[in-house]
């Protein structure tokens, strides 16, 4: 059974830091792309970060560019890994539900746009609050 389970969300000052972790289970990691995706009240699901398992290579979205690193923690045997997204210098609208998810990489997939629709297990959500 795939399992993502995010954790580390919270409340923070606007310029305050957060780790956020997503625990992934039930799939061969390797072979799928992990994204981080947030959802602010009233607004759509948008893209935030993603990394492909295989060979590292992440992806940022404008607004994270600079403040935001995504890394992964492979474990030998794909039973349990662990997508990291270390946030720094947050903001007020980083404030948003931090959802992980996960996609299949496979050559129709345009890693770059995080398309919402791409994804096809997701985890829980966890709160991230930005106090001004």
């Known amino acids: 059974e795939v399992q993502l389970v995010e954790s580390g969300g919270g409340l923070v000052q606007a310029g305050g830091s957060l780790r956020l972790s997503c625990a992934a289970s039930?799939?061969?990691?390797?072979?799928?792309?992990i994204g981080w995706f947030r959802q602010a009240p009233g607004k759509e699901r948008e893209g935030v970060s993603c990394?492909?398992?295989?060979?590292?290579?992440?992806?940022?979205?404008?607004s994270a560019k600079g403040r935001f690193t995504i890394s992964s923690d492979n474990s030998s045997d794909n039973a349990k890994n662990t997508v990291y997204l270390q946030m720094n210098s947050l903001k007020p609208d980083d404030t948003a539900v931090y959802y992980c998810a996960a996609v299949l990489l496979n050559p129709t997939l345009v890693v770059t746009k995080m398309e919402v629709t791409d994804y096809d297990y997701w985890g829980q959500g966890t709160q991230v609050t930005v106090s001004s």
């Open positions: 039930g799939f061969r990691f390797d072979d799928y792309v």
């Open positions: 990394i492909i398992s295989s060979d590292g290579s992440t992806v940022y979205a404008d």
